[in-house]
């Protein structure tokens, strides 16, 4: 009996080692960040990490000394022949004093920084010592620890005293000692040495070596002290790690938490450190980052795992570094920097299994729920498990070769807790059930669930269990009341969508309607209480709906909205007002491929995205990315669903493991950030004139230098790539820029003086609170730009404008002059023509009328007195308008009728002369015998014979008067000089603004003169 409980008592023992394995996975998360040669590092080794006054991470390797801003890396290196360079022996220590002076010690010598300038200066008198430590006790006095012992440096007027050479009676434990490390507190320098550890009262200037049985012989390597007073060192030889009690008695030794194996090796621990918060972290050569346990007196350790892309580069480490936001660096053996915040482990991790994840698909998260004691049920390609979150324990249902199986397949895909705590699991090829009750993982019968891929299940408000399948039905559900299984074929409203398999998630929401997406197929909402459904789908000419129809997760959040990831996005569903909102890579997520979606409590829609998960803010506009920066251990997210604990954690299936993290304690930081112009470029060349500590300064710049770009840093170690910028060119522009690029363009900026403004933030809003920096620019005017020129210039067009109005006045004078003399020639000859004209009258008209009346009064004397009446009664009229150029057309006409009765006398019944002048034209006027000559023209020019009378007919046409004949032409005029009607065209042009016209045709003859 007593040989089978002992054989009973090792098998139990074995199966508890088989299913309920630890693992180191579930340890207390840190985020780190890197740093190395593909990041701008020079090197990999680093000796030493410090911080200057404005910020920035100085990091000496092998190789260089390297100033780090959070996103680029400058190199400082040996000049040879320039002693304004570093030395070219590997930089061992750095420091900051308390006026911000900069100091870096080497295996030559002891430098400083001059920010000022840019270039280092060597410390003479400490020229070719080994470097080990430096400690500042005041604004004028460094401590430095050397291979050859202690040297007190006095800043201000350059001399050193050598502890080593001293003979100082009160430190003989100096002489000759060589130091290894240098830390100061409370008017007492701790010192590490050759000869152990060291005690130096800078009140009386005595030394004491600290006398600890355990550590007789042993160098220390580094000293620093806990708030108790306790003293950490790392030792050589074989006692490692030691914590020295405040009453210097007391030892502890924690050389067990390293590797055995290495014990020997003279140096293992390489550093401790002693945060802000009391915190013990040392690090080690082999076994990485080391942290001190308090409550247990022990140490955990944090170690490379290439399955967590957050964890640290190596295990290899030569310095340890606490910047002042409390950032704590490590540098690497090999691989750089390793840095991380310790209060900022939001993300965890926890694999699906304890082994077997050499294989990457082994860590991939798939499926998880919670039961009622919080234990977490997770599913994988390789089986399930359940996870004791309090122990860190594993149990494992995997079928394994030639044994009988313990569940359906290996494959699962979907599993989940109902109302009962039992819990179902949706494998590759059916379904498995574990009894809470019995304790016993049972098959659900093929006749009731199909042998099918499952690929989720979920529970209703009503404690039903939903199974989607890719079978033919598609979708099956179980009735905890009725203990029965159903299938989507005799549902009364959704039957009618058996044939959209198959089916991928369900969802109740808080107002009995059940979501279901069909896979590629959009998401079915019905109606519980009024048996309506309605399908969404996406379509490329819907814009008003969902963004994708492959559908992966289902969730609601406080507002009522129904929120779906999909394949090409999220989009928030508001049923009742027929309302989308809808994200993708265009308007805030990292990529489109969305799977888990889980609503925290304070309305926030966490997703799983690949790319990085993003986080919706409660107004539904914002959107927070979070990628490897922040901590997450993978940026890629299958199509799975996520789940919200019990205590409020969201947990995510992801690529590497599932995530874990409180979204209570996550908060927006708007944190104050460190920020400069780290240069300005111009055509491509920077410049780095500006310096961080210059106070006012001033950019002066040439004209052909109008296009300029700052180059802006901020000091965001935590994650560089959430850093805003805001900047604005007083005088050039009215408003600010705000963008996460780091530099400001300007481009064909006219000259002047401007005051280039900006600021940095780690958030995009609350500006007002982030005080801005200031560059004043001075930006010379070209030549053809400044005011000078343009005055002289405006002079001289003046000028010009005044010669050229002067000019063209005179020309314009003298053209008038002209003009008005050739008006008045013009003038004068028609006057001189016309009066010809009139002076025509006197010959012809004289001899022919004196004819006339001598045949009459040898005829008829009474008609004879009557013609000589009418001839004095014609020359009157010529002589009254001799001087006048036009006369009424009423005086012409009845000047014209004497003339064509002297005429008629003559000719008899030859001439027939008919005048039409309406009487409200008679006021018109035209120039003194212009009817009479045309008459006596057509009399002239024409034959008159009473068989073939000469007809003249006056009348009126569109304000001109006409006079016009038949035509019956002489062959010979003897008097004509045919200049008449030319002189008639120039005295009408003088007259008036309308041309006299002459027509003639077969038949007829007319000239119409304009009245005037």
Not at 24 to 30: E, G, H, T, Y
Not at 246 to 254: G, M, R, V
Not at 289 to 299: E, N
């Amino acid at each position: 009996m007593r040989a089978f409980l002992q054989f009973l008592t090792l098998i139990l023992s074995i199966l508890q080692v088989i299913c309920c394995l630890p693992t180191a996975a579930q340890q207390p998360s840190l985020n780190f960040h890197k740093l190395d040669l593909q990041n701008g590092l020079h090197d990999g080794t680093v000796r030493c990490i410090g911080q200057d006054k404005f910020g920035y991470i100085w990091i000496g390797t092998v190789g260089a000394i390297n100033r780090f801003d959070g996103r680029t890396v400058r190199h400082f290196t040996n000049v040879p022949g320039d002693t304004t360079s570093p030395y070219g022996s590997q930089p061992r220590c750095i420091h900051s004093d308390s006026k911000g002076r900069f100091w870096i010690g080497s295996e030559t010598g002891l430098m400083e920084f001059d920010f000022k300038t840019g270039l280092f200066k060597r410390i003479a008198a400490l020229k070719n010592l080994f470097i080990t430590g430096i400690a500042s006790v005041n604004d004028s006095i460094l401590f430095v620890g050397t291979r050859r012992g202690l040297y007190r440096y006095d800043i201000i007027n350059g001399s050193v005293f050598n502890y080593a050479a001293s003979g100082n009676q009160g430190s003989p434990v100096l002489i000759n000692n060589a130091i290894h490390d240098v830390y100061f507190r409370d008017n007492e320098l701790f010192l590490g040495t050759n000869k152990g550890l060291v005690i130096l009262d800078l009140r009386s200037g005595s030394a004491r070596a600290i006398s600890i049985p355990a550590l007789v012989n042993i160098p220390v390597h580094s000293v620093r002290l806990d708030q108790p007073g306790n003293i950490w060192m790392t030792t050589f030889s074989a006692v490692k790690l030691v914590k020295l009690a405040s009453d210097l008695t007391h030892l502890t030794i924690y050389d067990k938490y390293l590797s055995a194996e290495l014990n020997t090796q003279p140096l293992n621990v390489m550093d401790v450190l002693v945060d802000r918060k009391d915190r013990v972290w040392v690090i080690t050569a082999v076994d990485g980052l080391m942290q001190y346990q308090p409550s247990t007196d022990s140490f955990i350790k944090h170690l490379h795992n290439s399955d967590l892309p957050a964890g640290p580069s190596e295990d290899s480490y030569r310095s340890i570094f606490q910047d002042n936001t409390g950032i704590i660096w490590l540098g690497g053996d090999v691989k750089g920097v390793s840095y991380f915040e310790p209060d900022k482990n939001f993300f965890r991790t926890i694999f699906p299994f304890p082994d077997r994840l050499d294989d990457r698909a082994r860590r991939v998260g798939r499926a998880i729920t919670e039961d009622k004691q919080g234990n977490l049920w997770m599913a994988n390609h390789d089986g399930v498990t359940k996870y004791n979150c309090s122990t860190g324990t594993y149990k494992i249902w995997r079928n394994d070769e030639n044994k009988t199986p313990v569940i359906y397949n290996n494959m699962v895909r979907s599993i989940q807790r109902d109302s009962d705590n039992n819990i179902w699991i949706g494998t590759a090829s059916g379904v498995n059930f574990y009894n809470h009750v019995s304790g016993m993982m049972e098959f659900i019968d093929p006749k009731y669930l199909p042998l099918s891929f499952y690929n989720s299940i979920t529970n209703d408000k009503s404690g039903n269990v939903w199974f989607c399948t890719n079978d033919s039905a598609s979708l099956y559900w179980y009735s905890t009341t009725e203990k029965k299984f159903y299938n989507i074929s005799v549902h009364p409203q959704l039957k009618k969508y058996k044939g959209l398999a198959p089916t991928s998630y369900v969802l109740e929401d808080s107002k009995s309607r059940l979501w279901i997406s069909f896979s590629r197929k959009g998401v079915v909402m019905l109606d519980k209480k009024t048996g309506e459904t309605k399908h969404y789908i996406a379509s490329d000419t819907v814009t008003n709906g969902i963004i994708g129809n492959q559908v992966v997760d289902i969730k609601e959040d406080k507002d009522g909205l129904i929120w779906i990831a999909s394949f090409n996005g999220i989009t928030g569903i508001d049923p009742e007002k027929n309302r989308f909102i809808s994200f993708n890579n265009k308007n805030g997520l990292a990529g489109n491929m969305t799977a888990p979606i889980v609503v925290d409590g304070f309305n926030r829609v966490w997703v799983g995205v690949n790319g990085g998960m993003a986080m919706v803010h409660p107004d539904r506009k914002q959107i927070t990315t979070f990628t490897i920066n922040d901590g997450l251990p993978s940026v890629g997210f299958p199509e799975h669903a996520g789940i919200l604990a019990a205590n409020g954690d969201i947990i995510l299936p992801s690529y590497n493991g599932f995530i874990r993290f409180d979204p209570a304690v996550y908060t927006e930081e708007n944190r104050n950030l460190s920020f400069y112009i780290s240069g300005y470029s111009i055509f491509d060349k920077e410049y780095t004139t500006i310096k961080e500590s210059d106070n006012n300064p001033v950019l002066n710049l040439h004209p052909r230098e109008s296009s300029f770009t700052f180059n802006l840093v901020a000091l965001n170690y935590r994650n560089p790539s959430q850093t805003w910028f805001a900047y604005k060119l007083d005088g050039f522009e009215d408003e600010w820029h705000y963008t996460q690029d780091p530099k400001a363009v300007y481009t064909n900026v006219p000259g002047g003086k401007y005051n280039f403004r900006y600021k940095a933030s780690t958030v995009n809003n609350n500006w007002e609170e982030v005080a801005a920096k200031e560059v004043t620019v001075k930006l010379k005017t070209i030549f053809h730009k400044t005011y000078w020129f343009r005055i002289g210039l405006a002079l001289l067009l003046v000028g010009m404008l005044y010669y050229l109005y002067s000019y063209r006045a005179l020309k314009q004078r003298q053209l008038y002059e002209l003009n008005a003399k050739a008006q008045l020639l013009e003038k004068e000859k028609a006057m001189v023509m016309y009066e010809g004209l009139k002076q025509q009258l006197n010959p012809h008209f004289l001899f022919n009328s004196l004819t006339s009346l001598s045949g009459l009064i040898e005829t008829d004397q009474q008609v004879a007195g009557n013609f000589l009446e009418q001839m004095s009664g014609i020359y009157r009229y010529i002589l009254k308008n001799g001087d006048n150029e036009t006369v009424s057309l009423q005086e012409e006409t009845k000047f014209v009728l004497l003339y064509i009765n002297l005429q008629q006398t003559r000719f008899k019944k030859g001439l027939h002369v008919n005048i039409n002048v309406p009487e409200d034209h008679m006021h018109y006027r035209i120039a003194p015998v212009t009817l009479q000559n045309l008459i006596e023209n057509a009399i002239k020019h024409n034959i008159i014979d009473t068989g073939s009378p000469l007809v003249i007919d006056i009348f009126i046409e569109d304000d001109y008067i006409i006079v016009k004949n038949n035509l019956q032409k002489k062959t010979n005029v003897e008097t004509s000089n045919k200049k008449g009607l030319a002189q008639f065209l120039t005295l009408y042009r003088y007259l008036s603004d309308k041309p006299v016209l002459i027509e003639e045709s077969k038949t007829d003859f007319q000239v119409k003169i304009p009245l005037i």
